[in-house]
């Protein structure tokens, strides 16, 4: 009779028992009972020791949230004046990152405030967006309305605009969830037209009903890369519930729609003649939802987007202190490729307050600012480099013809 062998625990050695038994783990792995209780314990200790941790880092993570004014103070160092705009911005990343660090066992569920950015064009909607994206510790991507069109047309589907989150953020989705997604040039994608036509409204109306999911908070398949060059790739579920959504756009001749509105309000007699004027150099300040949506934006759409605030235009003053405070201001960066050659540059007052007239004469905004400086010393960064000096002067004369030669100031030639 063969004799029965007796197997022993890998780890401490006890024999089998029925008191201890020793189980068969792994091939060539014998465990007793009470090595598995043990071993149990300490994974238990090590998970909850993760959990606690875990939990000290949220809270650290919730102390160090930026408040309203500091992100303000932040948006100061490159933005300008909209202070309206920069004030609800403000509060609304700081809301956006409060509902993210919200416990999810709490009885209050605290709904997202998506915005939307209303001003014409060079005011500092982009710029806004960029600049509050240097601040933000959750994941930030810009996108442009444009390139959209309803699925199934030549276009982007309204999914790309989380695939270019995703990739901010090296395709770690818990991230992306709670992440922030500027939507730019909003306004392309208005209704064309009431009236029924025999082609589709694919990159209007049907763009807007796309992002109707987005924008509340749903489950959304995601292409990692994009759904039209990989149609077979594996999609990503993306829940957009914590995604904040902010929209901008210029809806350029919205002022018109702002004036019938307000003109309706002061028929008869009696009225204020100073009221009826309304400050028509601003009339974007009196922007209200029923406005977009005469626009052609739909009403769902607009009831998505609660916060509308909008950016006014830049008078002379603001355009002035555009071109030296911001810390990116384009004086500056000019000063600083001189530099980089050993040349000191200097604007004379004469000089700016040109720059400034000419950007207001022609409409060009904060954007046109660039363009003009560029037009001024486009001879200056051409000859100065093989200059044997050590300072380069610009006043108001070399501006002026600077603008006269590049064809700018067509009424100089005229005269």
Do not use: W
């Not at 990159?203 to 959304?220: A, F, N, R, T, W």
């Not at 959504?245 to 003109?263: P, T, V």
């Amino acid at each position: 009779m063969a004799k029965k062998t007796t197997t022993f625990c890998t780890m401490c050695g006890a024999p089998n028992s029925k008191e201890n038994p020793v189980v068969n783990i792994y091939e060539g792995l014998y465990m007793c009972t009470e090595c598995i209780a043990f071993i149990d314990g300490k994974r238990d200790e090590a998970l909850n020791k993760i959990k606690e941790e875990v939990k000290t880092e949220e809270t650290q993570t919730s102390r160090a949230i930026p408040k309203p004014k500091e992100i303000n103070d932040f948006l100061n160092q490159y933005v300008i004046g909209q202070e309206e705009a920069k004030k609800y911005l403000s509060v609304s990343v700081y809301n956006h990152y409060k509902r993210v660090m919200q416990p999810s066992n709490d009885e209050v569920d605290i709904e997202k405030s998506n915005v939307i950015l209303v001003g014409p064009t060079g005011t500092g909607k982009t710029l806004l967006a960029k600049t509050i994206a240097r601040l933000l510790d959750v994941p930030f991507t810009i996108v442009d309305a444009t390139v959209l069109t309803e699925a199934g047309y030549v276009g982007e589907d309204v999914e790309s605009l989380l695939t270019r989150l995703l990739q901010a953020c090296d395709y770690d989705v818990e991230k992306a969830q709670r992440g922030i997604v500027f939507i730019d040039e909003i306004d392309k994608i208005a209704r064309k037209s009431d009236n029924p036509s025999i082609t589709r409204d694919v990159s209007g109306e049907g763009v807007q009903q796309g992002l109707l999911k987005l924008l509340e908070g749903s489950v959304v398949l995601v292409p990692p890369q994009g759904g039209r060059k990989h149609p077979d790739q594996k999609m990503i579920p993306v829940d957009t519930k914590n995604i904040l959504f902010i929209c901008g756009g210029a809806f350029d001749g919205i002022e018109r729609k702002i004036a019938a509105r307000l003109n309706t309000q002061v028929v008869g007699y009696g009225h204020d003649a100073i009221k009826k004027k309304h400050q028509r150099e601003n009339l974007m300040r009196y922007v209200m939802p029923q406005d977009l949506k005469s626009y052609g934006l739909i009403p769902e759409i607009i009831g998505r987007l609660p916060i509308l605030t909008s950016l006014d235009p830049l008078d002379k003053s603001a355009l002035r202190r555009i071109l030296v405070e911001p810390k990116n201001a384009i004086i500056r960066q000019y000063k600083k490729m001189f530099e980089l050659d050993g040349v000191k540059l200097e604007f004379t007052d004469d000089a700016l307050d040109l720059i400034v007239e000419k950007a207001v004469e022609y409409k060009l905004g904060a954007r046109g600012l660039r363009s003009i400086v560029e037009t001024i010393m486009i001879d200056a960064m051409y000859d100065v480099p093989s200059q044997e000096i050590d300072a380069f002067k610009v006043d108001r004369d070399y501006v002026s013809n600077q603008l006269i030669k590049a064809n700018f100031e067509k009424t100089a030639l005229s005269d």
